[in-house]
C-alpha cells in the first residue's frame, strides 16, 4: 500500500448504503476481541457473538408474510421472513462470523467460498466454491470480518452476482476506509454493514489499529 493514496474515515463515512454499528454492546465486544491477548477459543466466541449482533443489525428491512395462527386462547396473525435467506462466509476468516448470523436466523442456506489474499500482490484468489446453481433465495450476505483493500469482497460479490441473487449484502467488522470506498464503488447496488470502522491500511495491506490477521486469530495459526 506503499505510495497509494488512502481516503480518510470522514470522507467514507458519506457514503449511501454503508452502515456503522452504533450499538454500545458492540463495542464492548469490539474492544475485547482487538485486544492482542485474547486467546484463539475466546476470539472465536467473539466473533460468534458479533456476527450475530450483526445479523440482527442487518436484516432490519427483510420482508415479512403474514398468516393466521393460533396461540392456546385465540386467533392472531403471525409474521415469517419472506423468501429464503443465504450467507455466504468467505473461507476461512468467515466461518465464525457466518456461526453467528446462523444462530439468529438457523433456517439459512450457507454457500461456502474460498478467497485467499496473496499477501504479496494484495489480490483475491479463488480456490473452492459450493455456491448452488439453482438460486431461490431472496437475498445473500457475504460475510468477512476484515474489508481491507476490499479485493476479497469486490471478487466475492461478483461471483455471487453472476448467480443472479436479487438482492445482496456485505457484512464485516472492521472496515479500512480504502476498502470500504473501492467496494462502495465497485458495487453501489449493495448495502454494507460493518462494526467499526477504522483508521487505515499499513504497508503491509494490514488494518490499523485492527485486530491482526483474523483468521489465525480465529484458528490460532500463528
Ligand atoms: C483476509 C480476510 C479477507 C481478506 C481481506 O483473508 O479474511 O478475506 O484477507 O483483505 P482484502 O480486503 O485486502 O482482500 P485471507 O486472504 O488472509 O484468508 P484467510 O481468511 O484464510 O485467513
Ligand atoms: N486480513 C486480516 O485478517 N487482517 C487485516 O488487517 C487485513 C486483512
Same mark, same amino acid.
Given at each position: 500500500?506503499?505510495?497509494?493514496?488512502?481516503?480518510?474515515?470522514?470522507?467514507v463515512?458519506?457514503?449511501?448504503?454503508?452502515? /456503522?454499528?452504533?450499538?454500545?454492546?458492540?463495542?464492548?465486544?469490539?474492544?475485547?476481541?482487538?485486544?492482542?491477548?485474547?486467546?484463539?477459543?475466546?476470539?472465536?466466541?467473539?466473533?460468534?457473538?458479533?456476527?450475530?449482533?450483526?445479523?440482527?443489525?442487518s436484516?432490519?428491512?427483510?420482508?415479512?408474510?403474514?398468516?393466521?395462527?393460533?396461540?392456546?386462547?385465540?386467533?392472531?396473525?403471525?409474521?415469517?421472513?419472506?423468501?429464503?435467506?443465504?450467507?455466504?462466509?468467505?473461507?476461512?476468516?468467515?466461518?465464525?462470523?457466518?456461526?453467528?448470523?446462523?444462530?439468529?436466523?438457523?433456517?439459512?442456506?450457507?454457500?461456502?467460498?474460498?478467497?485467499?489474499?496473496?499477501?504479496?500482490?494484495?489480490?483475491?484468489?479463488?480456490?473452492?466454491?459450493?455456491?448452488?446453481?439453482?438460486?431461490?433465495?431472496?437475498?445473500?450476505y457475504?460475510?468477512?470480518?476484515?474489508?481491507?483493500?476490499?479485493?476479497?469482497?469486490?471478487?466475492? /460479490?461478483? &461471483?455471487?452476482?453472476?448467480?443472479? &441473487?436479487?438482492?445482496?449484502?456485505?457484512?464485516?467488522?472492521?472496515?479500512?476506509?480504502?476498502?470500504l470506498?473501492?467496494?462502495?464503488?465497485?458495487?453501489?447496488? /449493495?448495502? /454494507?454493514?460493518?462494526?467499526?470502522?477504522?483508521?487505515?491500511?499499513?504497508?503491509?495491506?494490514? &488494518?490499523?489499529?485492527?485486530?491482526?490477521?483474523?483468521?489465525?486469530?480465529?484458528?490460532g495459526?500463528?
Amino acid at each position: 500500500m506503499q505510495g497509494i493514496p488512502q481516503p480518510s474515515r470522514e470522507e467514507v463515512l458519506k457514503l449511501p448504503r454503508v452502515h /456503522i454499528s452504533t450499538h454500545p454492546v458492540m463495542a464492548h465486544k469490539m474492544t475485547l476481541l482487538r485486544n492482542k491477548n485474547t486467546p484463539p477459543p475466546q476470539f472465536y466466541q467473539l466473533v460468534k457473538e458479533i456476527g450475530a449482533l450483526l445479523a440482527y443489525e442487518s436484516t432490519e428491512t427483510l420482508s415479512l408474510e403474514s398468516s393466521t395462527i393460533e396461540t392456546p386462547l385465540q386467533s392472531t396473525t403471525g409474521y415469517r421472513l419472506a423468501g429464503g435467506i443465504g450467507v455466504t462466509p468467505i473461507l476461512r476468516a468467515g466461518l465464525g462470523l457466518a456461526e453467528g448470523f446462523r444462530q439468529v436466523i438457523p433456517d439459512v442456506q450457507v454457500w461456502h467460498l474460498g478467497l485467499r489474499r496473496d499477501e504479496e500482490t494484495l489480490q483475491a484468489m479463488e480456490y473452492y466454491n459450493r455456491l448452488p446453481h439453482q438460486v431461490d433465495l431472496q437475498v445473500v450476505y457475504a460475510v468477512d470480518p476484515m474489508l481491507a483493500t476490499g479485493g476479497s469482497a469486490i471478487d466475492a /460479490i461478483n &461471483i455471487l452476482k453472476r448467480r443472479g &441473487i436479487p438482492r445482496l449484502s456485505y457484512l464485516g467488522i472492521i472496515a479500512a476506509p480504502y476498502g470500504l470506498m473501492r467496494l462502495a464503488q465497485a458495487h453501489p447496488d /449493495i448495502d /454494507i454493514y460493518v462494526a467499526e470502522l477504522d483508521e487505515a491500511l499499513n504497508d503491509n495491506g494490514y &488494518i490499523i489499529p485492527g485486530l491482526g490477521d483474523a483468521g489465525d486469530r480465529q484458528f490460532g495459526t500463528f
